[in-house]
């Protein structure tokens, strides 16, 4: 800080024993500084100003509800320390408590203003963000006849593989189920983030099965020793329900 005074054909005296027109201070704490004309041995009565100095505030002390949070959630990012002033983000937000729905793991910081001063910067505060795992369902036979043995399996997914049944875990399944229609979904469990697949629905059918006898009939009734004759048999079948 700089501070000025004049004394025409005179000498300036200051309290800090300078005698230039203009002095630079950095006061630490609140000062006063005088200064006094001297004119042919004759001295003014001093002039002074005081320089309030305030406080540098604490760097605040930043906290969260939920330091690591899955992908599309949110949690709320706190700054302490700060009661008498005003906080100021990193990102430019203000105000000491704020909701953040980060998309991916980002750090933060925060200073104090207080009395026209700066804080320094707190320590960084880092919001992890695990990315949810969407489990994606295939079949061999999305269309099966009853107890026929068919297979479920799961892709995509690094973690842990639960069924919506609750039935069984893991990426893959076989089944054997009576004649109906199924829907199967599966969730992904992968660092605290769970997600569920699109349901998968597998269509399975009952038997079709004969109503009577087969019929048979012979290109030839009698033939000759030696030579051929062709054979067929015929049904009617339908399909059960």
């Avoid at 001295?43 to 100003?49: E, G, I, P, Q």
């Avoid at 002033?85 to 933060?108: F, K, N």
Wanted: a negative charge.
């Amino acid at each position: 800080m700089t501070l000025s005074s004049s004394c025409e054909y005179g000498k300036l005296t200051w309290s800090t024993a300078q005698n230039t027109s203009s002095i630079t201070v950095s006061p630490t704490k609140t000062t006063t500084y005088s200064v006094q004309c001297t004119q042919n041995g004759v001295s003014s009565d001093a002039s002074a100003v005081t320089i309030t100095v305030n406080p540098i505030p604490q760097a605040p002390t930043l906290s969260a509800t939920q330091a690591t949070i899955c992908s599309g959630t949110s949690t709320t990012l706190s700054a302490s320390g700060c009661e008498e002033g005003t906080i100021m983000w990193s990102d430019h937000l203000v105000g000491s408590t704020r909701i953040i729905t980060p998309i991916e793991t980002t750090s933060y910081t925060a200073f104090c203003v207080g009395n026209s001063c700066n804080s320094p910067s707190s320590s960084e505060y880092t919001i992890t963000v695990n990315a949810k795992q969407v489990p994606i369902l295939s079949s061999y036979y999305e269309s099966a006849y009853g107890y026929s043995s068919s297979e479920i399996s799961v892709s995509n997914c690094s973690g842990e593989v639960s069924w919506s049944d609750g039935v069984s875990s893991g990426t893959t399944r076989n089944f054997s189920l009576p004649p109906g229609k199924y829907i199967f979904k599966a969730y992904c469990s992968h660092h605290g983030c769970t997600d569920v697949s699109e349901e998968l629905v597998i269509d399975v059918q009952q038997f079709s099965q004969p109503t009577q006898p087969p019929i048979i009939t012979a290109s030839a009734d009698v033939v000759c020793a030696g030579t051929s004759v062709t054979l067929s048999a015929t049904n009617s079948i339908v399909t059960g329900k």
